[in-house]
Antibody, heavy 126, light 110 residues
């Protein structure tokens, strides 16, 4: 069964770049039916979609984060990654990676998210 | 993009039915049949409960159902059980080819 696992530093200093990797096991990241995405959840708050990527490299980003976000994919390692630059305390959150359904009937983009990784807490603090 | 609007909390007694609403606009919920619902227990990752407005993934109880009317989607849980107590989030595809979540609803089983 498909599993996703986030990895990366749990502590990042303000103004630096947050970097996380999601490793996919039990299936191929090169599937034509799915995107791969990042979602975050600040402590005690709701979910926020960060962005999604197709195995070919096509990306979709949350407009509110687009200027600071880069999502990339490494099909040889079955991994995809998130970089968020110029972080502040407001970026402190649990970061989840997830597989996303590929919407094909309109202009493309992510649909539902399943499964999810267990999540990793990233704290922004000096 | 603005978050979808959900009630902050709902409650019900065991055996009862409850409905959680999720209101968006014609650019997201109202424009596409790509609304999904997630259940999240404390300290756990969200779990997909409903996708494409009303479809249930394999393994999800048929006590969970989804619907949509105009710009508002709804999740109904019938025969409420103690284990249903959790946070619930809706999500929708948008006309900008992005995804947007609701603010979340805390369900309390009395």
């Amino acid at each position: 069964q498909l599993q996703l696992q986030e990895s990366g530093p749990g502590l990042v200093k303000p103004s630096e770049t947050l970097s996380l990797t999601c490793t996919v096991s039990g299936g191929s990241i090169s599937s034509s039916s799915y995107y791969w995405g990042w979602i975050r959840q600040p402590p005690g708050k709701g979910l926020e979609w960060i962005g999604s990527i197709y195995y070919s490299g096509t990306t979709y980003y949350n407009p509110s984060l687009k200027s600071r976000v880069t999502i990339s994919v490494d099909t040889s390692k079955n991994q995809f990654s998130l970089k968020l630059s110029s972080v502040t305390a407001a970026d402190t959150a649990v970061y989840y990676c997830a597989r996303a359904a590929r919407i094909t009937t309109v202009r493309g983009g992510p649909g539902w998210f399943d499964p999810w990784g267990q999540g990793t807490l990233v704290t922004v603090s000096s | 993009q603005s978050a979808l609007t959900q009630p902050a909390s709902v409650s019900g007694s065991p055996g009862q039915s409850i409905t959680i609403s999720c209101t968006g606009t014609s650019s997201d919920v109202g424009g596409y049949n790509y609304v999904s619902w997630y259940q999240q227990h404390p300290g756990k990752a969200p779990k997909l409960m409903i996708y494409d407005v009303s479809k249930r993934p394999s393994g999800v109880s048929n006590r969970f159902s989804g619907s949509k009317s105009g710009n508002t989607a709804s999740l109904t849980i019938s025969g409420l059980q103690a284990e249903d107590e959790a946070d619930y989030y809706c999500s929708s595809y948008t006309s900008s080819s992005t995804a947007v979540f609701g603010g979340g609803t805390q369900l309390t089983v009395l």
